[in-house]
């Protein structure tokens, strides 16, 4: 058993020392779309507190003025292009 363990190890070992290590790896997609969706009700958060308005009414608001789908469907470009909205409204 720790012959065939050991030797699975040197096959991967082999394999990964051809790979070039990169630090500059784009984060897979739908973590960037968790981050944008996540940073977006923080800022909807602040602005609805802030106005006095709720949440859905906020959220209403934005995709009203930036156009674009429900955050669940939005694209990381909608999405970004929605918090920079916000940013500015609220002064962040």
Request: hydrophobic letters at 35%.
């Amino acid at each position: 058993m720790s012959e065939l363990l050991r030797s699975r190890q040197t096959r991967q070992a082999r394999r990964s020392a051809g790979r070039p290590i990169s630090d500059d790896v784009p984060p897979p997609l739908h973590r960037t779309l968790s981050e944008q969706r996540q940073l977006l009700n923080r800022l909807v958060s602040i602005r609805a507190r802030n106005t006095g308005q709720t949440h859905a009414y906020v959220h209403a608001e934005v995709r009203r003025v930036n156009g674009g789908p429900e955050v669940a469907r939005a694209s990381v470009t909608q999405l970004q292009k929605r918090i920079d909205w916000l940013r500015a409204r609220i002064g962040q």
